[in-house]
């Protein structure tokens, strides 16, 4: 078998979209599995549709995803350029070579012609937009008209008769009778090629092997493969992928935030965890492993656990992986990967403190889902909120409001005097200590100086870990506000 060559494709039309990273990462997968070669190539000559800052985006996604390509733009190999802006004359000579073979003419037609055929003729099938006038156009009026320099566009010739047979390795054998085949238009009057036509001279001078793309591309693979065999072309495997639904009726949609790479990282989601969770849409693996590295998909991916169901897009699902991917992380890389939601809640006082920084991401890693809860959680130790003394009464810690005010008592002279190390371990020790000395028992002092500095009915880490962040003035501080609210109350 030749060497296996796969690309990403994407069109400089928006943001990075989920389904788009799915194709994506299957064609990267599919490169890698084979020891093949990944290219990027970037689709834009529909200027209309170009958006700015798209092309970024598909930069950036790649980037941090780690998907990388072995040939595209800034990586040129041997069939470049792979912007297809930079390939106009390719098209062009191909379109002309086609012309000159027979399967394809030109078309003079202007748009108001055009325009009036819309749902006009009744010649014309129900599938077809062009009535195929130009078609039948003698030598010498095609030539007057090139001669007079009139606009045209270069059209394919579709068999009028007979079907189309295509296999899809998702999709099966697929037929299409050939009469429900638009001319469809090749070359524009721009002189770039239209999305269809180029995408197969691409494929093909590329050495493309493998094709994966959306299934909306399904009912075009007829006109692609009769383009292959008028050149005389070898087709590529086609892998049509279902759609990602949001639900069991619609698709992800633009209009769903949801459905953007880049959007579900700024909310908090990991890279490996977004990943991970797209991978599974549409691929089952062949045990019962749900958990897949970049690198454990390089070698574990396999073209027949591809499925035509359409795949939900269930963030619940999305959500619960990523919780499990933050617990597996080792500390120093959730610290990390927590940083800027960490610098959020902390403020810049406290995150200039990198051992405040590492010692709240050991406290938050566990219980967080992702990784924008953090700032909300932890942004009591910036700013004491406002509360409820109500708070301090807790009926398993043996404490309500009054035994709290007394134990808050306690603790201002004995902190103050306190010159042990200011760290939670020793500061554990000598609360219980107060505690047995006063009669108490250990959560009736621990409790309310945990509620005192968080001011939060459930706080990630206790009393003494909190202590340990605050640092002693800052404690007593909130120590003093805790006994003056209970006093008032
Ligand atoms: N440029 C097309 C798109 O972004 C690519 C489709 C394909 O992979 O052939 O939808």
Known sequence: MSQVRTRF???PTGYMHIGNLRTCLYEYLIARVNKGTFVLRIEDTDQERYVEGAMDAVFNTLAL?????????????????????????????????????GHAYYCFCTKERLESLKGGDENLGAALNYDRHCRYLSQEEIEANLAAGKPYVIRQKMPTEGTTTFTDLVYGDITVDNKTLDDQVLLKSDGLPTYNFANVVDDHLMRITHVVRGNEYLSSTPKYNLLYQAFGWDIPT???????????????????????????????????????????????PAGNEEFFTLKELEE???????????????????????????????PEDFRKAADKWLREGLGEKLSADEKVMSKVAALVQQRSVILSDIPERIGFLKDLPEYDTA?????????DEAISLSALKLCIPYLSSYSGPWASAELYGALCGLAGSSGLKNSQILWPVRTALSGLEVSPGGATELMELLGKEETLRRIEKGIELLETN
């Open 9 to 11: 494709a994407p069109s």
């Open 65 to 101: 995803t780690g998907i990388g390509f072995d040939e595209g733009p800034g990586k040129e190999g041997d069939c470049g350029p792979y912007i297809q802006s930079q390939r106009r004359d390719i098209y062009k000579k191909y379109a002309e070579e086609l012309v000159k073979k």
């Open 238 to 284: 086609y892998i049509h992928c279902p759609p990602i639904m949001k639900d069991a009726h619609q698709k992800l949609s633009k209009r769903n935030g949801d459905a953007s790479f880049l959007d579900l990282v700024e909310k908090g989601y990991l890279v490996e965890a977004i990943l991970n969770y797209i991978a599974l849409l549409g691929w089952s």
């Open 300 to 330: 574990k991916f396999t073209l027949d656990g591809l499925s035509k169901s359409p795949a939900i897009f269930d963030i619940e699902k999305l959500r619960w992986m990523n919780g499990e991917y933050i617990r597996r992380m080792s």
């Open 391 to 399: 708070i301090y009464c807790h009926k398993k810690m043996k404490t």
